[in-house]
């Protein structure tokens, strides 16, 4: 069964993202209110067949609770993407992404990610959308990216809807526009019209500011597109997947329980120093937000060094 064809219209999306996402955050999205997909952060090819792979590994780990799940690989090297991808069958993932939008100055500085969209790149993003097939066997393959590099280039779009792949995710602003400007709905309309023309079967997925569910059928509705990604909307609303969310209106005690419950769910997870305890932090400001004595306890919070002290500090507040 190919998952990308067996999602609602239109279906939500939690986007990928780096130190954020990871089976820990998964899971407790999943508790409030989960979407109709993830994605794993994204995942260097080439780190997974280095010395260095038990490292990258905890990046790919998952349970049954975050499913169906898509993992998303970035690199440079086609056949580190064959070897990634026939990793991605075994490990049970639902599907494989492509990160060919990353506007991060390294990363394009190797010619991968977003370095892809430039016209002297493009043959190679071709060699790795195949070498990824080959490995992937039946799992579907899709690509991540943005709407240009300098501009908007319809062109990047065009060729890899020729390429038939299963899904094609859009942020909607272009490289050098990093994060900086309000995404470029519309452009991600022309997009979906024309997939039309060129694949229909390849499911675009509008990305960029979305901070409701209701925003993003209307979004969906008025731009032709088949799913929606939320990435930041999660800070806003750990509930933002649900049609009514409750967030706005839980008490100072439910938050203050729902980031104990993603400390400790942080601590079973990592118990070998996998990720930092700084990673932490952002998730204590999208918790402990909103009710009075929320300053105060954050500070406390970003001092503690330890799970331990974290849960104590949670418990007496
Ligand atoms: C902290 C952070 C980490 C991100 N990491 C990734 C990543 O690993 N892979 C990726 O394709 N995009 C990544 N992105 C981009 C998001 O997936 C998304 O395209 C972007 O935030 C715009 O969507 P939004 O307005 O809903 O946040 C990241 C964004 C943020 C804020």
Redesign the pocket.
Known sequence: MNIWDNLPTPFFVL??????TDTVFRRVVASCAPPDLYFT??VNVEALQSPGRDKTLPRLKFTPKEKPLIA?IWGLNPENFYKAAQDMVEMGFDGIDL?F??PDKNVVRNGTCSAFILPENRERALEIIQATREGASSLPVSV?TRLGYTGPDLSWHELLLKQKLNALSI?GRTKVQM?KVP?DWDRIGEISKLRDDVSPATKIIG????LTRQQGQELARKHGVDGI?????IFNDPFVFAADSPWQSWSRQQKIGLYKKHVELFAATWTNNERAIRTLNKFCKVYINGFDGAKELREQLMQASTTDDLVTILTAA
């Open positions: 986007a990928p993202m780096d130190d954020v952060e994204f998303q990160n939008g990353c991540k942020h994060s995404a990305n960029g500011d979305v990604m939320i990435g930041r909307g």
